[in-house]
């Protein structure tokens, strides 16, 4: 269902990105690198409230013809992006919600880990399995 | 005039993410001030020979087990009573050796490694919990018994289950006792 998974560090750079190994990968490295724009704007634009009223979900950053990309960064500003096949219009929001929380949640422990210093690469199996299993879900 | 068994009836709690994280970083600063993994082991073991020589005056505080007449028993005391008591879990026991010396604890859950999925590449020898052999051979040594203590079996390392070996040596004379370092 997502096609493209990426989590980028608060320098923004990617600290992991996997697409579905179908197509040319470099499409969505791009497509990712021009939703963190997208990401920043948000960011700022909510920056004004109080901080407990902004939300880590971002939602959908901007659709294009073939693909839905959401956002959704932390408090520590790690960010993570999400590309989504547009024709797959049963993809409700609380289902992106529910799959950003398990990325959170996968990521924490990845950081709880003694051995990952903060700003490397991830290389966690578990992360990889977590990962694999929201992109093949049969539809 | 009689006084309660136990002289400390509560535990104060600590948060066990806290712990865990703790000793995660106890081993990852080791793993950068030492560059051999045997080094890490040794300081391991002997930081948890520090703690055992400690703990053990606690631990027969709490417990208030008797007096132990077999190896066995003794065993079954670390198992049943102190895991389960400092770390809330109970290895199974298994006696390795006819001339009943010789024991090993199955650890089927640890929760010093909850978050750790596998050593990091380099480090393939590094025993990760060898603290608890130190405690262990510690916590032994201030009843008079030596032992050695260590890992046969390890998780991380690839194999099926945690396996603590722990030998008892001759008991050692009460009059000619020397602390090990």
Redesign the interface.
Known sequence: MAVCVAVIAKENYPLYIRSAPTENELKFHYMVHTSLDVVDEKISAMGKALVDQRELYLGLLYPTEDYKVYGYVTNSKVKFVMVVDSSNTALRDNEIRSMFRKLHNSYTDVMCNPFYNPGDRIQSRAFDNMVTSMMIQVC | MSRPAHRRPEYHKINK?LF??T???L??QL?KDYEKDEDVNKYLDKMGYGIGTRLVEDFLARSCVGRCHSYSEITDIIAQVAFKMYLGITPSVICNNSSRNEFSLILDKNPLV???????AGRSSLCYCNLLCGIIRGALEMVHLAADVTFLQDRLKGDSVTEIGITFLKKLDEKKYRRKK
């Open positions: 993410d865990v994280l000793y995660g970083a081993v990852a793993c909850e978050f750790v999925e596998e050593l990091p």
